[in-house]
């Protein structure tokens, strides 16, 4: 094994034992200085379903480094939890704890000189902030996802956390009444694990695995099963030998990864927020990659798996299935991954699939067969016009409707346009637009879950178009377009928007159009002042100062 960075830095002489003390005082003995020191950042919390599991997974990858000859060091790093905080003043913390992860776990490891990094996560943004941190460092390093939670039951049909935001919209349109409401809210979340469809935990996890950087199958196991934390302490086995031939991020995290991973999302039905995560992981390791290469890889991969929100299957029910490796196969079968891209393994793409059949079972409908998938070409598209110049993201497959022209109903945020959804002063045919939820406007880039099923609860799903510089949640669908770039706090086109006027979502052609004379935009342009920012000191005030355009994955550095 090569020296490693810690022992060369602890035993250098006399001088250096005040380290050696501090380090004894945590449990080391003398043979353990020439041991490389592998940090477990613990993203453990009780304040979502997500993480709750996590601390069994750190203890199985603690005791599985110290038997595979390496020092393990747990320290915390924290979680937001997006479903809880949906819909309120919180969610404007959720995107940004994806930078305060980052940043967290390259503090840690980076004081403490840790020659590698066991990264386990939840919730949505634990995957990005993991990945990021671990892309700047590029120490060796793992990522383990916490696990999927399992569906819950009520009337026959599977419920996911979505199944509680769409109630709510059910109920308030009078198609459910309180009891039922009640019910699916009780039921929707059984247990321990991350939201259960392909929204945007489950999303991440796969676009991982399918990089490299997480174990075959890991990304679709359930939290509850007793495989989740055998690969726990497997992932730290890989983690320790990555350590000993120093087989590190970088040489994992290439342009043929994140063209892995986008291909992996477009044939699993993802979350739009892998967009805004797979261009910030990509920005951050120095990897050159644009919104615009989502939408030529989107044109030549279809949607093989059938999943939720948009279908009707859990993530448990795609691991059943054949799991992330089934999916993967079959693109490389016809070319459309790179086979020769090394992983964590230390194995390539192509070995680590040698054994996986190559074509999924016929017992099962998750997984589409290739002649048959659900959709010929992938459902993320980059929408462009003189609203989005910088780009804008949609999910265009799963909806009956792919054109609407209709009146602007124009929101200045999440919560006046949930007041009139709720109170049905939405009608078919309208354009909702909300502004001002971008990164710097929001801050924070909500996510638009409560809006957007209170619209699919109305009824309204396939009559309503909804355009906003915020975010959507993974278990978002509809003829819905986010990430709308440039947003309006910075002067974007959204911002200049009426009531009433006329605005084109064109899923067809990718287009997002505010149908108004050019003279008229340039006399509303002369009258707008950007307006105060809404956050002056905190968190919040530090990111809206330095956070950039969705466009290039809202990153802070």
């Given amino acids: 094994m090569p020296e490693n960075l810690r022992s060369k830095t602890i035993t250098e002489g006399v001088q250096r034992s005040p380290n050696r003390s501090m380090l004894r005082a945590v449990g080391f003995t003398d043979s353990d200085f020439q041991k490389p020191i592998i940090g477990i950042a613990n993203a453990y919390s009780t304040i979502t379903p997500c993480n709750i599991s996590l601390n069994v997974l750190a203890q199985r990858a603690e005791s599985a480094l110290k038997t595979s000859g390496a020092m393990p060091q747990v320290f915390g790093t924290i979680t937001v939890s997006d479903g809880i905080a949906m819909g309120t003043e919180g969610m404007k ?63 026959g049909r599977d419920l996911t956390i979505v199944s509680a935001f769409e109630a709510v919209g059910e109920f308030s349109a009078h198609k459910i009444g309180e009891k039922e409401l009640l019910e699916v809210e009780r039921r929707a979340c059984p247990g321990a694990g991350s939201c259960g469809g392909m929204y945007t935990a489950n999303t991440m996890s796969s676009a991982i695995e399918a990089m490299g950087m997480s174990l075959p199958y890991s990304s679709t196991m359930a939290a509850e099963d007793s495989e989740k934390a055998d690969s726990a302490a497997k992932s730290a086995q890989a983690v320790v030998q990555a350590v000993r031939t120093q087989l590190l991020p970088r040489q994992i995290m290439t342009r043929k990864a994140f063209e892995n991973a986008i291909s992996v999302v477009m044939a699993v039905g993802g979350s739009t927020n892998a967009v805004l995560h797979l261009l910030a992981m990509a920005h951050t390791a120095e990897v050159p990659l644009t919104i615009d290469d989502f939408e ?164 309204l799903g396939d009559a309503v178009g909804l355009i906003t510089d915020g975010r959507f949640s993974g278990g978002t669908y509809g003829l819905v377009v986010g990430h709308v770039a440039p947003e309006a706090q910075v002067g ?66």
Avoid at 123 to 140: E, L
Avoid at 351 to 374: C, F, G, Y
């Fill in 296 to 459: 030529t890889i989107r044109q030549r991969v279809p949607v093989l798996c059938d999943m939720k929100p948009s279908g009707p299957y859990a993530t448990t029910d795609l691991h059943r299935a054949g799991g992330i490796p089934q999916v993967m196969k079959m693109l490389l079968n016809r070319e459309l991954l790179h086979g020769d891209a090394i992983t964590i393994t230390g194995k390539t793409i192509a070995e680590n699939l040698a054994e996986v059949p190559d074509a999924p079972r016929t017992d099962q409908a998750v997984i589409h067969q290739w002649n048959k998938p659900v959709y010929p070409q992938g459902h993320l598209a980059i929408m462009r016009g003189n609203l989005a110049t910088e780009g804008a993201v949609a999910k265009i497959t799963g909806i009956k409707s792919h054109h609407i022209t209709g009146p602007a109903r124009v929101f200045e945020s999440e919560e006046d346009c949930l007041s009139s959804i709720l109170a049905g002063k939405i009608k078919a045919g309208d354009v909702v637009v909300i502004r001002y939820e971008g990164p710097k406007g929001g801050p924070g880039m909500r996510e638009m879950l409560s809006p957007t099923s209170a619209i699919i609860g109305a009824g």
């Fill in 492 to 557: 974007g086109l959204i911002a200049l928007v009426h009531e009433g006027d006329s605005i084109t979502i064109d899923a067809n052609k990718h287009l997002l159009t505010l149908n108004v004379p050019e003279a008229e935009i340039a006399q509303r342009r002369s009258q707008w002042h950007a307006p105060k920012p809404r956050y002056t000191r905190g968190v919040l005030a530090k990111y809206a100062a330095q956070v950039s355009s969705s466009s290039i994955g809202a990153v802070t550095d």
């Fill in 93 to 155: 913390y959720s995107l940004v704890s994806r930078e305060v992860i980052a940043d967290s776990i390259e503090t840690a490891c980076s004081a403490q000189s840790m020659d590698g990094v066991v990264a386990i996560g939840g919730c949505d943004k634990n995957m990005p902030g993991s990945m990021m941190a671990i892309a700047r460092m590029n120490i060796p390093a793992i990522f383990v996802y916490g696990g999927t939670i399992k569906p819950g039951h009520y009337n």
